[in-house]
């Protein structure tokens, strides 16, 4: 049975372009012939890795007069003084700040010396450079469980339920055990509603250019309630059941 296009169609008139697939030069090749156009004034993209190198190769046409928007971590551990003028003034969200510069707090500091990340976003002793939001998010998720075992008393798997009763609804300061800042745990859905970042490259470096707090980034759960489950860490920011 043939799909109905209409909902493409839609979408065109919009001004919208979609890429569903990955990867590189060949593919993406045509995408970046129409986003050169002078009507686009912005471009998303949704490309790690490799297909971020490529995509940032071939967009250098556009560079200039149109924004660039990244998806969550497409510049994580990047090596942005080698991305050139092309990756210049591209935005990105960010769960947790790649420079401590971009979160100058003494929370900050201390969990990057105990996790050995220097100020650039750097594994000490290794050179390597670091996502710190998957680090922060298990960081987090350890906590947060921690505050909930204490909180209700939980000694074994017959008290589950009163735990998981005790995260719905947990709200928790900013300081050493949630160095990112302040949130909660929404009792809808589990997820642990925390600010945002938004991350600009600037003469090939990484600067936060905003914050965007817990409650600006609230949507509407897909479900109304988990029942029966145990905590797991599913997405940075997000500790869901299952």
């Keep these: 049975m043939k799909k109905s296009s209409s909902s493409s169609s839609k979408r065109r008139e919009r001004g919208a372009d979609f890429h569903p697939r990955s990867a590189g030069h060949r593919r993406l090749a045509p995408l970046s012939g129409r986003q050169n156009s002078q009507e686009a004034e912005a471009v998303y993209f949704a490309n790690f890795g ?3 190198l490529s995509f940032i190769r071939i ?10 928007l990244g998806a969550v971590y497409a510049i994580s551990a990047q090596d942005t003084q ?3 003028e092309a990756a210049e003034g591209l935005y990105c969200i960010a769960p947790y700040p790649t420079r401590y510069e971009g979160l100058k707090t003494d929370f900050n500091k201390a969990y990057r010396d105990m996790i050995n990340v220097d100020p650039e976003g750097v594994e000490v002793g290794t050179g390597k450079r670091f996502v710190l939001a998957y680090n922060w998010a298990v960081w ?4 947060l469980l921690k505050a909930g075992i204490e909180k209700s008393g939980w ?3 017959k008290d589950t339920p009163r735990l998981i009763e005790t995260l719905e609804g947990m709200t928790f300061k900013q300081g050493i055990e949630f160095p990112q800042g302040e949130g909660y745990v929404r009792k809808e ?6 600010g945002l970042y938004v991350e600009q490259i600037r003469k090939g470096v990484i600067e936060v250019v905003a914050r965007i707090s817990p409650e600006a980034v609230v949507y509407t759960p897909e479900k109304e309630s988990l029942e029966g489950s145990v905590l797991r860490h599913a997405h940075p920011g997000m500790i869901v059941s299952g």
């Design 50 to 52: 490799s297909d971020f």
């Design 59 to 68: 967009s250098t046409p556009c560079g200039r007069t149109s924004k660039k």
């Design 82 to 84: 080698k991305l050139g």
């Design 140 to 143: 987090e998720s350890m906590f």
């Design 155 to 157: 000694k074994g798997n």
């Design 189 to 194: 859905d589990h997820l642990s509603q925390v």
